[in-house]
């Protein structure tokens, strides 16, 4: 037994977890093989949109190994599955089934339609080849502004339309600020621009996979989640299944980032098969099914009007969006643009916001929640429109941003949208930031390289933003009729020879959850940082929790662990003072050790669980334990923000885009592990640049995934990347007794306007206002062949070189 006094919060330690998941010494889903098990293949639809003839499976019956072939008449065959959504933002929002396997009728191409059971997944996969299924194309539609079109074809012909719900948000109805048509008809400069959100893929490292043992007294599922206790519900609530017999396991998993948060056709089917043959099944995805059917993210049209006056001061802002749904409602989609909603307005005092969001069916993948979801949108749209309304304006980006965002004496601060942002320091982050960057040495030579007509041109971009973190307040979520709450559970047991299990609701996956929260009780308990075990991610032994999204994990579920060690040390403190026969309030607790006030008598924390596991002299009444649970529901989000600078430059000549520096300085609230936040901080620009630069989930015509392979869709690599430079600053959150903010998609959410404003800043003396991402070399160039064209050849000769070539811009 050891004690520790030195504060573990705060300190840069090394992840517990890292020693298993670095070296490989763990279980991914896709390791585990149990006695009997099959295996599970599923044919895909290569169509986005046909009516099915007939599916002959006699053939691939009669394959070698194969022990069974279903259709969605041998596993649904009263056609009554239907996968589960969580978010209906409107009464009349429309709700299509998505059956588990489709049986008429497919709407996206990958879509599943056969299932092959074998042996081995080889002779699964070689069964697929013999399903015979004949179908009849159907009109395809693609692409948001054609699917709300007069004559658009239907994706689901009983709904009548291809418009999923609209929501609305308009600051002068919710009496939060004033009439944005009366500012805008007002301003003294009104500027529109219209922005895309391309789609995205998760791209997490590990694929989805399952696993199912229906040979006990209750079924048990592994799954490659990020949220099994909502998975174990939903499946619970979908199939029929007394919730008490379904255990879930969410093993070691590979990442997320909001793409496993969806429930599984594949699950469900998973669990449907193993009941009808009494064997465990699994199923892993290839990286094409991965790419082609795990959910895809973001897909937005976002048109935006801002007014303001001349010297600056926003007086209002609209938000017209268009978002994709794919296919099917995801489990949260239909509300990953609400989230958003709350974030235009940034960190800018603006009177008067009007937002409309129409979400829309196309026969594509679905849509659901990536990174950030809804916030990284929101974000890009009102740092593009800064810069473009100071380029207007004719000043600094960076002075128009100060002129409008909130000053750290005006916290805590009501928005036009009805949050209220706790604490904050826009001018120290900022301050902070240019320090590192050298803004002004930039700036000069930014004006110099123009002046001698350089070919490679300098831009600066600026991001500050801020985002809601701690997807929590449940009777906020419950006024968004989102279908849960977002409180948090953890429990602490203490051992009788004083090592500490802490249990959590929050499931990692990859987030650091094991280091941090030992830190967070190895200070509240003064135990020692090795004595403490994390256990998640099984619903049995972790039996309570809503999981990890939203950067919540830290500033909810780290909350319910403050609440369980609190618990514990009042429990210890009765007893301790019954020891050492005092009265509990003249005990001191420091360091593990409680010592009566004004001696030297004392006892530790481990002496107490001994004496409590002995239960050999205990205050009257007493349990012989020191275990305690607690649940945290906070009252309000946490706001971290910060402010990111992108030096790039252009090569006016090619289009190349290469990021020569990239500082941010970040505040997140109160730090406990410095090395986790850098890290989360690192992997969270890599995909912020990545939708800036290179990323994009493309279809073409007929509705077929031309980016199904790492091959086709481009991930940067860390040579892609130039080497950050991040820093922090400090404001602690007052929504938690710990301070914390949340971190997870930081990064994600600042860098990607960042990056795409110095790649317009560097090539606006061209006449560009706008390159759509993702900005590969073809988009730049075009962008600046069009803007000399459209300016008549204005600066036609500071770039030289770009001919008469007419080229529109497609992807890489």
Sequence with gaps: MTSTIEPEVGKARTRKEDARLITGRTRWTDNITLP???????????????????????????????????????????????????????????????????????????????????????????????????YEELPVVLGLENAIADDAPLVHDELGTNKQATWVFDSAEAGTGGNVEEALAGGEVVLKRRFRQQRLVPAFMEPRSVVVDPTGTQITMWSATQVPHILKTMTALTLGIPEHKLRVIAPDVGGGFGGKIAVLPEETMAVLIAQKLGKPVKWTETR?????????????????????????????????????????????????????????????????????????????????????????????????????????????????????????????????????????????????????????????????????????????????????????????????????????????????????????GASAHGQGHETAWSQIVADRLGVAFEDIEVIHGDTQSSHKGMDTYGSRSLAVGGIAVVKAAEKVVDKARTIAAHLLECSPDDLEFEGGKFTVRGTDTSTTIQDVAFATFAAHNLPEGMEPTLDSEAVFDPENFSFPHGTHLCAAEVDTETGRVRLRSYVCVD????????????????????????????????????????????????????ADLPSFVTDRTETAATSNPLGVKGVGEAGTIASTPAVVNAVVDAVRQFGVNDIEMPCSPMRVWSAIHRGRTDAGGVGAEAGGGLGSIDASGGAQ
Aim: hydrophobic fraction near 40%; charge should be negative; charged fraction near 25%.
């Design 288 to 504: 094409s099914e991965c790419m082609q059917t795990a959910h895809h993210g973001r897909d937005q049209i976002q048109d935006i009007s801002i007014s303001a006056n001349r010297d600056g001061t926003i007086t209002g802002l609209k938000v017209e969006l268009l978002a994709d749904m794919g296919a099917y409602n995801g489990l949260v989609g239909p509300g990953v643009p609400i989230l958003g909603a709350f974030m235009f307005n940034a960190i800018y005092k603006i009177p008067a916001y009007h937002f409309a969001c129409t979400n829309v069916f196309t026969n594509t993948t679905l849509t659901d929640a990536y990174r950030g979801a809804g916030r990284p949108e929101a974000t890009f749209a009102i740092e593009r429109m800064m810069d473009e309304l100071a380029a207007e304006l004719g000043m600094d980006p960076l002075e128009l941003r100060e002129k409008n965002w909130i000053k750290h004496e005006e916290f805590p601060f009501t928005t036009v949208c009805g949050l209220t942002y706790d604490s904050g320091n826009y001018e120290a982050a900022t301050e902070r930031a240019k320090e590192l960057f050298d803004y002004e040495g930039l700036r000069r030579e930014q004006q110099e390289r123009r002046e001698r007509k350089d070919p490679v041109q300098l831009g600066i971009g600026i991001s500050t933003f801020t985002e809601m973190c701690g997807l929590a307040p449940s009777r906020v979520l419950g006024s968004l009729d989102y279908g849960a709450g977002g409180w948090e559970h953890a429990a602490i047991r203490v051992l009788p020879t004083g090592k500490v299990e802490v249990v959590t």
């Design 667 to 718: 505040d997140v609230g109160k730090v406990v592990n410095p090395l986790i936040v850098e890290g989360q901080v690192h992997g969270g620009l890599a995909q912020g640049i990545a939708q800036a630069l290179y990323e994009e989930a493309v279809f073409d015509e007929s509705g077929t995934l031309t980016t199904g392979t790492f091959a086709d869709y481009l991930l940067p690599s860390a």
């Design 36 to 134: 009997g098990m099959l295996h599970v293949a599923i044919l895909r639809s290569p169509f986005a949109h046909a009516r099915i003839r007939s599916i002959d499976t006699a053939a691939a019956r009669d394959m070698p190994g194969v022990v069974a072939v279903y259709t969605a008449r041998d596993l649904d065959p009263d056609n009554a599955i239907g996968m589960p959504c969580a978010w209906p933002i409107t009464p009349d929002m429309k709700q299509p089934r998505r059956p588990v396997l489709a049986a008429d009728q497919v709407n996206f191409a990958g879509e599943g339609v056969a299932v092959v059971v074998a042996r081995s997944k080889a002779e699964a996969a070689d069964a697929l080849e013999a399903i015979d299924v004949d």
